[in-house]
């Protein structure tokens, strides 16, 4: 420790007003990025814009945590595999209020920020909702000055960029960090040694203890990236760090010193590699060993910082549950509790009672689905191997909880089979979220639908057992990059009549409610959606080389590609649109352009076939003069956080249509009804939350619900009596079967085809394409009354209040975490 008085520090040029920035970015130009004015590239301008908002949330950074030493407060750790952060600049500048002299400055140097802020590369640490949930809550753990810390991985490469060729997708890799990340700090010394494989010795303390000690085997080195996280309008900058792997340096020696060179240097690579990739969400492949040694990677690395930070300040490991509070993003860092006993037992010495009660009150998971095939288990086997300590502690766990569990309900041996964190057919396996709900003291859902659903199907043993552990949290989305980042157009609009509190303070839209009835407001909101419009059409025309008009109805879907997500009805509604429109040219429908974007998983047949017949619907609409100007379909590719901060805003219409009981929340949905877009919906997720708030009569309700669904598979559902039915719908499904959107190929489709029909329909989209096409056809009624069309509009904005992320965070704070603001 030096004797560094921070009073006594200053950087010499922070100031903010449009001077000051000219010469912080000249000279950051010059002295970081070692360039000249003149040889410049609006690269290096982005690097040192970059750069300069930097040094500007430094000092509140520093000054964060040393509060956060100072007054001891209880933190939370937020432990998740993604990150969907996106871009940071803008996010930044208008965070710290520094965003329009920066515009000024950068005019004055005869540049364009806007144009320097589309070159950032998206940081795409994560696959959809689930990562970009992490990067929302952060954002809001700061905005509420909350003491909190963000743990994952720096993949080296993230999520992949898809390319459409032939109106296929094709995965590119994305080297995000190849131009350099000015957004991070790299932390050489703060690096610690994670351990795989090797062997359990048992021993005898001198006090007589039976004792256990994990050696040997091979060790990767964990190193730290940083990355400042801030709040709207406040001192507070977060943490977010990411661990990288790096070869462990003892493990190579020895091999240099055998004169294996090579061995050496291609060992390095492979325990480099661990942080090599983002695993794209693929819910049925299986066998993932690298991914099991990814979330251990972090989990080892996180609580080994965790911990090493609480002993600075503490001594009696009784009070960690009183100031730190680990949230488990899915089971994905769910190996963390087994890790915690290890180290409470093996390093710290403490009984099996007190270690578990201190684990137990420090963690709390969230669960994010409830599709089987995404409930993840890992092979004992596996866990054997790679963490033998770990199993054994697993197998603890197991013992002591079906103890209590036979103690409570004697002979009931399919109770044990079906809590047992170990699953016995077909090869012994950990049931993660068995031992995640077992290990928390709290287990959320992330809608009120899911929740219930959680406690009443998926885990209702569980819940019976511990009745109190479970709770509901619905999501929500931060409105600082979902409306006032994503929507200046709209946000200035709403500033301009309820002033801006309602950045910080989301319940405030509420005050919109009576000017949905205001002629005048009611015109220039449509002004602000026309506008949107307009800018999204010029993106595509620029990016992709595709007209769509401004004054057609903007009709959105924009996800990952799932069975689930079910765009395969979506796709069937254009077909349909499409048929109608070309054999009956009075047909009264608005001109619309159909929206589509979303990646699928490099190995999911389905959801890749998917894409293909949405590209090739698209062709044969196109080339059709029967439909020009009425009817237009664009898949756009590449979907990402930065993809979406230009579609929403300009969304008129937000399809939300998964299979009633699988989305477990949603936040699309949100983001898009929070833009003025109104949901065509099932009732499922958060669809249900947002409809009750906006008012059904203002939302388009469609489809089974959950119950109805269950019911139906209960009772055996036959899609072929409902292709047999309906003759529009049949002749959609012979024309895909037929291969009229594919005449070079005409079986391209079977697949598709044979599931709907032939392999039962599992996503019931058939089931509920009467009841989608009815809400369609509601839905033009009201969109040919523009008027009544932008009240409703107006009413999804102003009832988004509850969707923000700030209430969301709020409620993990208090009912979860037990934090507050620390007093400075
Ligand atoms: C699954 C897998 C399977 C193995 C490979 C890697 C991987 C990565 C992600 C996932 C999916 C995790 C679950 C998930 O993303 N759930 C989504 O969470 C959102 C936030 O709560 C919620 O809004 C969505 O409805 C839900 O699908």
Known sequence: MSNFDPDTFKHDYLGTEPDDIQLSINNRLVYTIGKDPYTAVAHDWLQALSYITRDRLIERWMETHRSYYRTGAKRVYYLSMEFLIGRSLNNALLNIGFRENCEEALKQLGLDLEELQQLEYDAALGNGGLGRLAACIMDSISTLDLPGTGYGIRYEYGMFRQAIEDGKQIELPENWLAAGNPWEFPRPEVVYKVRFGGQVMEYQAPDGQRRHSWIEGDEVLAMAYDTPIPGFHTETVNNLRLWSAKASHDFDLECFNQGDYIRAVADKTISENLSKVLYPDDRSSENQELRLRQQYFFVSASLQDILRRFLQINSDFQDLPEKIAIQLNDTHPAISIPELMRLLLDEYHLQWRDAWDITTRTFSYTNHTLLPEALESWPVGLLERLLPRHMQIIYEINRRFLLTVTHLHPDDITLLQRMSLIEEEGGKKVRMAHLAIVGSHKVNGVSELHSNLLQEKTFSDFHEFFPDRFINITNGVTPRRWLNEANPILSQLISGA??????????????????????????????????????????????????????????????????????????????????????????????????????????????????????????????????????????????????????????????????????????????????????????????????ERVGPENFFTFGLTAEEIQKKRRLGYDPHQVYESDPELKRIIDMIGQGYFSPEEPKRYHTIVDNLLHKGDHFMVLADYHSYMESDAQMCALYRDQKAWAKAAILNTANMSHFSCDRTVQEYAEKVWSIKPPIR
């Open 498 to 691: 309820i002033g801006s509190e309602w950045i910080k303070d989301l319940g405030q839209l509420e005050r919109l409610q009576p000017l949905a009835d205001d002629s005048e407001f009611q015109q220039r909101f449509l002004e602000a959606k026309r506008a949107n419009k307009a800018r999204l059409a010029d993106l595509i025309m620029f990016y992709m080389r595709v007209t769509v008009d401004p004054d057609s109805l903007f009709d959105v879907q924009i996800k990952r590609i799932h069975e689930y997500k079910r765009q395969m009805l979506n796709v069937l509604r254009i077909i349909a649109l499409y048929l109608r429109i070309c054999e009956n040219p009075d047909y009264d429908a608005p001109a619309r352009t159909v929206i589509l974007a979303g990646k699928s998983a490099p190995g999911y047949q389905m959801a890749k076939l998917t894409i293909r017949l949405i590209n090739d619907v698209a062709s044969i609409i196109d080339s059709d003069p029967a439909v020009a100007g009425r009817l237009k379909l664009v898949f756009i590719p590449n979907y990402d956080v930065s993809t979406a901060c230009d579609i929403i805003p300009a969304a008129e219409l937000s399809q939300q249509i998964s299979t009633a009981g699988m989305e477990a929340s949603g936040t699309g949905n949100m983001k898009l009804a929070l833009n003025g877009a109104l949901t065509m919906g099932t009732l499922d997720g958060a669809n249900i939350e947002i409809r």
